[in-house]
Nanobody, 123 residues
Framework: QVQLVESGGGLVQAGGSLRLSCAASGRTFSIYAMGWFRQAPGKEREFVAAINWSGGSTYYAVPVIGPFTISKDKAKNTIYLQMNSLKPEDTAVYYC????????????????WGQGTQVTVSS
């Protein structure tokens, strides 16, 4: 089992920045990649970004390319999502997830999920 704990969400004005963190514990050696998903009110959960756990490959959803950056600190078993130039449409609950499979864009591929952290961007 892998446990994931997110932190760093909050309320920010449009144009501002936030950095989300996700700390992993447990059988982290089994992880292929870790990612971020988000779910806005009334919408389905969607892929945001992912990072290969062993290597350095990163993957992004088209709408966040540029403003968002995913990174990791493997020594701390932690990934980060730096979010810049935030917009009201970025408002959502952000979830950290981990997958054992080499399929990082698909929600069903992820085996472990955090509880989520709320990000609210005011206009």
């Amino acid at each position: 089992q892998v446990q994931l704990v997110e932190s760093g969400g909050g309320l920010v004005q449009a144009g501002g920045s936030l950095r989300l963190s996700c700390a992993a514990s447990g059988r982290t050696f089994s992880i292929y990649a870790m990612g971020w998903f988000r779910q806005a009110p009334g919408k389905e959960r969607e892929f945001v970004a992912a990072i290969n756990w062993s290597g350095g490959s990163t993957y992004y959803a088209v709408p966040v390319i540029g403003p968002f950056t995913i990174s990791k600190d493997k020594a701390k078993n932690t990934i980060y999502l730096q979010m810049n130039s935030l917009k009201p449409e970025d408002t959502a609950v952000y979830y950290c997830a981990a997958t054992r499979a080499p399929s990082v864009h698909t929600e069903v591929s992820y085996n472990y999920w955090g509880q989520g952290t709320q990000v609210t961007v005011s206009s």
